[in-house]
């Protein structure tokens, strides 16, 4: 992929959201969105980490225009808290980025009763995506297609999800370690956007009977130099020997040039209608997969996937 951000249209008047905006990846997704006008909102779980990261991006582009949003991935009451203080906001929103998450961590179980990487990397992102659909479809619909996009950040990782790819008998992995339940979250992703696609995106009956057009994407960013790699390599010394090998090779980007993918799947006018839906990575590297695996493009088994998390999520009442 030949993309580099300097090659994004003017952004001004367009609204994006960024989650996990201050750090990493997230946060030069948000600061090059910034950079070409985009009114972005980057949520952060710390208010204080937040403004310093906006600062930081304000030094090095003065008009940027950034405002916070506080949620709490592993607190689902936060999420929609933060969802509908923004839609009191805002009339139109562009484009949303699911960017954060956490990776490889030691099991626990989050307030809301599920397991903390299946609710940080999946749920409270597919919760966040449920409550700002209706605004993202009145946006689009007075919009050119591909105007309105919305992007979920996975990993090559989603090829360590257990056998049959999603394990609804025990969606908390609790007797796994702690790659299988990041495989399952991030594989969570993918079939996410695939459903998302294929509900709002170019085809859908929706589409076609002028509700609005929402292309959507998938994002692998590939081994990046970020707090979650760090923290990756403290826990895990086996992974932490490949990351060493890796950067001894230069085989791990940057978090700016990490971000491109992202970038590109969210603002570009050089994608194109029929890559929504697609799985993208960005520049291929020594020994990484070049695809989904086949439960990412299993059909049936995105259709169960949402029909368990929109069932759970409503009996929680997370969503209506």
């Known amino acids: ?5 300097d090659t994004l ?6 609204v994006f959201i960024v989650t996990g905006g201050n750090s990493g990846i997230g946060y030069y997704t948000v600061a090059h969105l910034a950079e070409h006008g985009a009114h972005v909102y980057m949520c952060v779980r710390s208010l204080e980490k937040g403004k310093a990261a906006i600062a930081s991006i304000k030094e090095l582009y003065p008009s940027a225009n950034i405002d916070l949003l506080q949620m709490d991935l592993m607190d689902l009451k936060s999420v929609v808290a933060a ?9 139109a929103l562009h484009g949303l980025i699911n960017n954060a998450g956490i990776m490889a961590t030691p099991f626990e179980m989050t307030k809301d009763g599920h397991e903390a990487q299946w609710q940080t990397n999946y749920l409270a992102h597919w919760v966040l995506t449920e409550h700002l659909l209706p605004l ?3 946006t689009a619909k007075t919009l050119q297609p591909g105007s309105v996009r919305i992007v979920n950040v996975t990993s090559s990782g989603h090829l360590a999800a257990p056998k049959g790819g999603i394990n609804f008998k025990d969606l908390s992995l609790k007797d796994s370690s702690p790659w299988p339940r990041y495989g399952q979250s991030k594989l969570a992703n993918i079939l996410h956007a695939k ?6 995106g170019p085809g859908s009956s929706r589409a076609r009977n002028g509700e609005g057009e929402i292309w959507v994407s998938s994002v692998h960013p590939g081994m990046v130099e970020t707090n979650i790699a760090t923290s990756v390599e403290k826990l895990d010394w086996g992974m932490g020997s490949v990351f060493s ?3 001894m090779f230069g085989l791990i980007w940057p978090s700016n040039k990490g971000s491109w993918t992202s970038i590109f799947c969210a603002a570009s ?24 695996s086949s439960a990412a493009k299993n059909e049936e088994l995105a259709e169960r996937l949402e029909k368990w998390t929109k069932e759970t999520m409503r009996r929680e009442k997370w969503v209506r």
């Open 195 to 200: 459903t998302l696609n294929k509900t709002y």
């Open 136 to 138: 993202m479809l009145q």
């Open 83 to 91: 969802a509908a203080h923004f839609l009191t906001l805002e009339t």
């Open 9 to 14: 249209p003017d952004l001004k008047g367009r």
């Open 1 to 5: 992929m030949t993309f580099h951000p």
């Open 245 to 247: 090998i890796a950067r």
């Open 269 to 292: 006018q050089d994608m194109k209608a029929e890559q929504s839906g697609m799985y993208f990575e960005i520049f291929g590297r020594f020994g990484e997969p070049k695809c989904e």
